[in-house]
C-alpha cells in the first residue's frame, strides 16, 4: 500500500491538473507516442471514455507496474517483460500489436548519403544517439545491429544515451546529437520529416507485445481498448507511422 501510494504522489507531480479524472491508465513505451496521440483521441470519441497514457522505455514502465503502479493496460517494446508478467501471475496473457525497425536518422543529409554504418562512423558524426541498451528494446536492437556489423567497439566514443527511443530522437532533432539511432515512427512526424534517415537493416525486428493488467482499475475499458486496437482504424495508423 505504501508503494502505490508513492506511485501515486510521483505520478501526481509529473502529469497535469485534471489527469487522474481519466478512466483508464495505459503504461506505454516511448517508441509508439505518435501513433497512440491519435489512437487516443479516436478511441475517446468511439467509447466516451477517457485515458491517460504515461510515455517511457519498457523497462522504466515495467518495473513501475511491479511496484504496484495503477496502470490498466502495459504497451510494451518487447516480447520479454509482458511475458514475464504472465508468468509471474500479473497480466493477462500478451499479444503482439505491432513490430518496429530501427533506423538512422539525421538533419544532417550527408550522413545519410550511403549506408547506416556509414553515417554512424562519419568523422562528422561525433556524436550519435542511442537508446539505453538495457530498458530500451530499440537501444538494445541497435546495440545488436552495430555490434553484427562490427563497429560497437569503434563507436564508443560519440555515443550518447538516451533514457528512451523518443529522448533519442529528441538528441537528434534539436541538435544534441548528429545522428541518432531512433524508432521509424519518427520518420513520419512533423519534426521527422525535417530531416533524413536511412533503414538500419542489420538491426532485428522489434517485436512489441502488449496485455491487460491483472490489477487494472478498470478491467471492462481495458478490455475495450485493447479490442479497439485491432479495428481497421488503428491499423490504418500504424501503417501510417512504419509499423507492421
Same mark, same amino acid.
Given at each position: 500500500?505504501?508503494?502505490? =501510494?508513492?506511485?501515486?504522489?510521483?505520478?501526481?507531480?509529473?502529469? +497535469? #491538473?485534471?489527469?487522474?479524472?481519466a478512466d483508464?491508465?495505459?503504461?506505454?513505451? !516511448?517508441?509508439?507516442t505518435p501513433v497512440m496521440k491519435e489512437i487516443i483521441p479516436a478511441f475517446e470519441k468511439a467509447t466516451g471514455l477517457t485515458v491517460q497514457a504515461t510515455y517511457a522505455s519498457t523497462g522504466k514502465l515495467y518495473g513501475q507496474i511491479i511496484s504496484d503502479a495503477p496502470f490498466d493496460v502495459f504497451l510494451a517494446a518487447d516480447q520479454k517483460r509482458p511475458d514475464k508478467l504472465f508468468a509471474d501471475g500479473l497480466s493477462q496473457? +500478451?499479444?503482439?500489436?505491432?513490430?518496429?525497425?530501427?533506423? @538512422?536518422?539525421?538533419?544532417?543529409? !550527408? @550522413? =545519410? #548519403? *550511403?549506408?547506416? &554504418? %556509414?553515417?554512424?562512423?562519419?568523422?562528422?558524426? &561525433?556524436?550519435?544517439?542511442?537508446?539505453?541498451?538495457? $530498458?530500451? +528494446?530499440?537501444? $538494445?536492437? !541497435?546495440?545488436? %545491429?552495430m555490434k553484427a556489423a562490427g563497429i560497437w567497439d569503434k563507436a564508443q566514443s560519440k555515443l550518447v544515451f538516451g533514457q528512451s527511443i523518443s529522448q533519442v530522437f529528441q538528441f537528434a532533432s534539436t541538435g544534441a546529437a548528429d545522428a541518432g539511432l531512433c524508432a521509424y515512427s519518427s520518420v513520419f512526424t512533423?519534426?521527422?520529416? &525535417?530531416? =533524413?534517415?536511412?533503414?538500419?537493416?542489420?538491426? +532485428? /525486428?522489434?517485436?512489441?507485445? %502488449? =496485455?491487460?493488467?491483472?490489477?487494472?482499475?478498470? /478491467? *471492462?475499458?481495458? #478490455?475495450?481498448?485493447?479490442?479497439f486496437l485491432s479495428t481497421p482504424e488503428v491499423q490504418a495508423l500504424k501503417l501510417k507511422y512504419g509499423y507492421k
Open positions: 500500500m505504501k508503494r502505490i =501510494c508513492a506511485f501515486i504522489l510521483v505520478l501526481a507531480l509529473m502529469l +497535469p #491538473a485534471g489527469a487522474f479524472a483508464l491508465f495505459i503504461a506505454q513505451a !516511448a517508441n509508439f496473457k +500478451p499479444f503482439v500489436y505491432a513490430k518496429g525497425q530501427v533506423v @538512422l536518422w539525421s538533419r544532417d543529409k !550527408a @550522413l =545519410c #548519403a *550511403e549506408d547506416w &554504418k %556509414a553515417g554512424v562512423m562519419n568523422p562528422s558524426a &561525433k556524436k550519435v544517439a542511442i537508446a539505453n541498451t538495457e $530498458t530500451a +528494446p530499440y537501444g $538494445t536492437s !541497435a546495440m545488436n %545491429a512533423e519534426e521527422g520529416k &525535417k530531416g =533524413c534517415f536511412v533503414v538500419v537493416d542489420q538491426a +532485428p /525486428p522489434v517485436i512489441q507485445a %502488449a =496485455c491487460i493488467l491483472k490489477s487494472a482499475p478498470n /478491467p *471492462e475499458g481495458a #478490455a475495450r481498448f485493447v479490442e
